[in-house]
């Protein structure tokens, strides 16, 4: 049975965001179905494959397992978000050059769980970078690739840091 | 260790002056570039068809059968029907009356039969996840509730889920048809008793597959917009062969061809499931049809489970004779599978087992082979075609029963097979199973793997680790794969199904070109190297050539992508109207300059003066001049700055690739838990159009391979429920357990094309089952044990112990 709707209020991507919503409606539904962000892909709606991931408060959390109504007062970011502010733009550049993506489905939810592992452990090995991302399915390349561009960009980032 | 044969690209950007532009310098092709569309997908900017935002859609959900075999009584949806937003509700009669049912057979698989299938369930439902009734609404959140709502009565009937109790016939699924056995197969060279009874040693083993199934990370979809004031259909579709979706369309609706439009946008991972005609989807045209306006129907993950195709469910006997030096004298093969209540359509449910017919020992220069395949129904989610199709069932019978032979004989598996496989001098050759193979390179790629993998360390490393109870293993998998597919894989059976692809390439006024291809994309990078193609022929720099696929009312006629063809051959037509044009734009350019075509030749984005190389003018202003200056050209010379070509290989029905994989692994005998250490794949796809993109098609494939190795199955009980239809529960491969994979290549170009270029998509799939199941016994050996049954998993090897 459907609830009455609840209104919310939430930082999107750096913009406040009012909206009606139902209370039984996930966050991933919302951002792609209220806001028209369809970056963030619906892949399992049970909490497996990662392809929903998105931040809020600054910490990657699965779109398909939060409702709207508990990112209430939140800030959310999605791909769309750090795309624009140019954050990534090392990583998705790495991502690019190795052929890091064939489908492109997980790879939002990849990037972004990537980067977090670049934020955490700015030292990670390549056993590391696997365990990271392995809550996100890639069908496509067999991680190897992915795992390379994450590394590659740890590696910049790092000489970048020892250069400033 | 390379054989690079003359490959004859036409002239292109960097061939120097007063060189003979028949000769081959390589630009873009061979050059691992990066792919131009990727670059909207990593910044969430593609287009699958769930991102479509289209006025008054509607939203289509399925009722599916909960049972895998039951009569249908009585549908009550009167409630459902008067529920918040609900548009419409409708059963098989209701959605029958408009769409004609069909039937998955092929006239060149000779005896095949099925029954007709409609896009619900009438009267009865075949299998746990048959959609029954579809239900319409505004937001498909109301279609979920409407549909908790319906009432359905059903008499639940008896549900054959075992293959040998099918083959058995009690009771008979389609009693119209007689029996259960939807297709059988026999090849006999003759003579093969004959070589079993004089045979130095006599293997024999039983392998048996489970199904498993693509998981595509997007789910099928489907947005089918039928306008009734012109009795049209533009369908919105995440789909590999859209032509073949439009004739699909055009004929079971009875809508003029020339009023259907298919578009693929972005698709979200498809690796064969699809290519296929799935009833729900055809439903969803139909709903639109009937309550004109668009209709979305995307599955969700649950309802992929058991209604995306499964594949490889089979259980094969294979016996081998040798002579005591290890010659393969001849092989023996009975193969049985279970393909789900209906053959599914057009490309049927029986290529799989035909193909373990065709390839089985297809590395190896035996003469006598003898196999037997029967594919039957049960009341199980059908199978069909899904990566690499037959082969790594057949990759898996060839390499184990090799192995053991090699065991039984006392011979490394590495020199048993350098003794077996078909010398590279030895072709063009005829394998016994019929097909024949243009050129191949076994024994290059048997040499290249043992170098790259260092197998005599390896072996060292193994005695060392066995010598701590540490039990690792090597297990090698050389393969044959089907490639570059003629009409002979379906078209000859009556399949409207193209087997040649076109292409146009265009000349803008800026310069720039455009090509439209038929071969679609799915994130294999068929755009990037059409686009490489088109760049090298006409003398233009990458970032000036857009590539268009996927749309019906816009490119060329052909086949899509499936079969290992889209570089082979999208890859050649594009070659062909490349070519064309370029002859084209020299001609306008001699009557604009007022000189012989002779003089001229194109490169980096201007025509030059091919002996001096000087430029004479770039592409952007012949190209204004052609189109916006006409008026300026020579009296009675029209410019045609777009061609179209088209290509199919006649020579041979399939251009045959082959490599050799290896993987490496430790197996914990008291957790059955196996480590994936090391793999390694060398394989020869002809002329590597781009390394980058080749070498991470393998890697992917050979993951997928990984995943039915060890992994992946769809389980059911004797009721025909599956049990695991849930991503938490049906394990697919992730970053942490899978290995580094170490990819080479020798290229033997297919004489066949000009491109020179094979299939690779299929490969690692194809490959690296057989190759794991050789390492783990490989691991094993010292205690007497093996495994036979994928998935490899911790149970069954302990069970193989004897642990369990």
Known sequence: MTLPEAEITLTVNGRSVRRRVEPRQHLIDFLREGLDLTGSHVGCEHGVCGACTVRVDGRIVRGCLMLAVQAAGCSVETIEGVSESGELADLQSAFHQRNALQCGYCTPGMLLCAAELLETTPNATRAQIREHISGNYCRCTGYQAIVDAIETTLTARRAGRTAD | MTARLPCPIPAHADLAPGADPTVVTRGHIGSPDPRPNARRLLQGRGTYIDDLRVPRLAHVVFLRSPHAHARILKIDSSTASRAPGVLGVFDGPAIAAICKPWVGVLAHLKGIKSAEQYPLAIERACWQGEPVVAIVAETRAQAEDARELIEVQWEVLPAITDMDASLAGDPVLHPELGDNICFERSVDTGGIDEVFAQADVVVEETFQFGRHTGVCP????????????????????????????????????????????????????AYGIKVHVYP?????????????????????????????IHAREHKATVRLAARHDGTILGIDLRDLTAIGPYSMYPRTS?????????????????????????????????????????????????????????????????????????????????????????????????????????????????????????????????MIEVTNPSAAFYGVGGARISSQDGATVRLEPTGALTVLCSVTEQGQGTETVFAQIAADVLGVSMERVRVITGDTAATPYGGGTWGSRGAGIGGEAVLQSARALRAQVLDAAAAILSCDKAQLDIAQDAVIDRLSGQTRLSLAELGRICYYRPDTLPAGFQSELVATRHYVPRDYAFAFTNGIQASWVEVDIE????????????????????????????????????????????????????????????????????????????????????????????????????????????????LAARVTAQPFTPERILAALGRV
């Not at chain 2, 055809?282 to 058991?306: G, H, Q, Y």
């Not at chain 2, 184990?400 to 048993?416: H, K, M, N, Q, S």
């Not at chain 2, 429920?721 to 970053?735: C, I, S, T």
């Open chain 2, 280 to 308: 729900d989807e055809i439903c969803t045209v139909a709903t639109s049809i009937l309550l004109r306006r668009p209709v979305k129907f995307v599955a969700d993950r649950m309802e992929s489970f058991v209604s995306d």
């Open chain 2, 350 to 478: 029986g290529i799989e087992g035909n193909q373990v017919v065709n390839l089985t020992g297809g590395p190896y220069r035996h003469q006598h082979y003898r196999a037997h395949m029967q594919a039957v129904f049960t009341n199980k989610n059908v199978t069909c075609q899904y990566r690499a199709v037959g082969h790594p069932i057949a990759v898996a019978i060839t390499e184990g029963i090799v192995d053991l032979a090699a065991e039984r004989l006392g011979i490394d598996p590495a020199e048993f097979r350098r003794r077996n496989l078909i010398p590279d001098d030895a072709y063009p050759y005829a394998f016994p199973s019929g097909v024949r193979f243009e050129q191949l390179s076994h024994q290059q790629c048997l040499d290249r793997l043992l170098e790259l993998m260092d197998y005599e360390h390896l072996r060292a490393d193994q005695a060392a680790a066995r010598a701590r109870g540490c039990y690792r293993g090597i297990g090698l998998a050389a």
């Open chain 2, 671 to 782: 957790t059955g838990f196996v480590q994936l250490l090391g793999h390694w794949c060398v394989e020869d796809c002809g002329t590597v159009i781009n390394p980058l993109l080749v070498d991470e098609q393998i890697r992917g494939g050979v993951v997928q391979g990984l995943g039915a190795a060890l992994l992946e199955e769809c389980c059911y009980d004797d009721q025909g429920q599956m049990l695991n239809a849930h991503l938490g529960d049906y394990l697919v491969p992730m970053a942490l357990e899978m290995p580094d994979i170490v990819c080479a290549h020798v290229q033997t170009p297919t004489r066949t094309s000009e491109l020179g270029a094979k299939g690779a998509g299929e490969a690692g799939t194809a490959g690296a089952p057989a190759a794991v199941m050789n390492a783990i016994n490989d691991a094993l050996r010292p």
């Open chain 2, 218 to 269: 997007e789910g099928r979809s489907i947005l089918a917009d039928y306008n009734a004031a012109e009795h049209s259909l533009l369908v919105h579709h995440s789909t590999q062969a859209p032509h073949m979706i439009h004739d699909v369309l055009a004929r079971h609706f009875d809508i003029p061809e020339a009023q259907v439009r298919v578009l693929c946008h972005d698709v979200g991972g």
